[in-house]
DNA sequence: TGCAAAATGATAGTAATACTATTAAGTTTG
DNA sequence: CAAACTTAATAGTATTACTATCATTTTGCA
């Protein structure tokens, strides 16, 4: 709520979609019942058709907004990282110490999607359930490096970079930081599908989170890095 | 090589397939040719069509070994996991400080593979390569839950928990060991392809390793959990 | 208010995918 | 050498992933 009375820019790069699915209602129902559907049969059963059908809609309508599902689930990643991101900038803002800063910034990155984080059209709790079963295949596909050089996962690259800048504020020798970053922003995300999933090789469970596995970490990789 | 002659079974759980492909003459060019046609033209690309086509044999013909594309994904990287598990077995076999067991075992979980491993019919090199941008893909399905109890992932778990178990060895104590193999392993493969795509998010390039990263980063862990 | 432009909805059509079924030909092996 | 099995070839179906066209509705602004 807070997120898109301060975010009217979504900074979502244009080339993801045809016309931008915030500035007309049928785009925003789009978006809302795509979470919903994605959510409920999967990515890869979901269509456009079966969603036309959902919103009481058409095929040829939600084309209209984006060339294909791919693209559909580039720009709701990109409304994910776009709302960490925003979280992460305002959660260290008014913190003093570095080690405060990267405790906030790697709980942010890290942590469950709490209740009340749901926008008016986005149910924040949903998407981010999409994201950590989905998120890995915008990544690996044929065309990622053209897909990388057209900015289409540049508010990601932003937040690991953030991430980044913190672990080096308060290790600025350790030669590893963009790793670490990087490691752990999406090891989070596999972590939390292990919980779900797999339990017999991950230690997160209803008692440890995948936030007291990182926290952790970091903590040991910063007392060898000081 | 060594590995085909002293792993005559391979152990694949034998309902990813519909006939073993390691039995026929056409079935071994079909793991062969699906490798390389896989790793050239991306695995959404890849039909059992174009590959009936390159092997001058029949669409019908692959579909008697595998009922669909995702199946032989599956078996491809069980192959794979099975390949691993073999070398971390014969890798820490003879070694007796669990330190060295540990540093012997992240260093195979997490390293390129060699140029010389190539077996008869799959080009090691190149599996790994289709391991790297396409394994999550075999997790990241609505059937997951399903295929985890048929035992699919079995091999894959197998080696988590070897790597698990040789965390405990060096650091008992320790409350994150599963998370920690399974971050360290499926992280690897996620740093490998950063390093090929997304050079900005990773400390990896032609000088620094996974490896060293990972290697680093238990390191420091152990310091902080004798 | 009224008309032009834009957005949406409905239908149809195409090429490719992901299969299944059938049958014929070739190969193996007991 | 015949039975059993494997493979090859063809055809066919339902679904997917679109594109094109046109009619209808909504809007926005003169």
Redesign the interface.
Known sequence: MRFILLNPKLNINDKIFLKDPETSALGKKILQQSILLIDE??F??YTFKKLGERIESNESSVYRYFENKHKLLLYLSSWYWSWVEYRLVFGVANLTTPQDRLKIAITIVTEDAAEADISEHIDVRLLKRIII??F??T????E??EE?RSGF?QIY?RV??RV?DIILENAPKY?????????IV??AL??H??KD??Q?????NSC?S?T??YL??I???L???V
């Open positions: 049969i999967g890869e059963a079963n989905n890995m295949k990544f690996l596909t044929k990622v490096d990388i996962f690259t690991i970079q980044t030669p590893y930081a963009e790793s670490l970053a990087s490691t999406e090891g596999h972590q599908f292990l999933h797999l017999s090789i991950t230690s997160c440890t995948p007291d596995f952790s970490l903590d040991n990789v007392k060898q890095n």
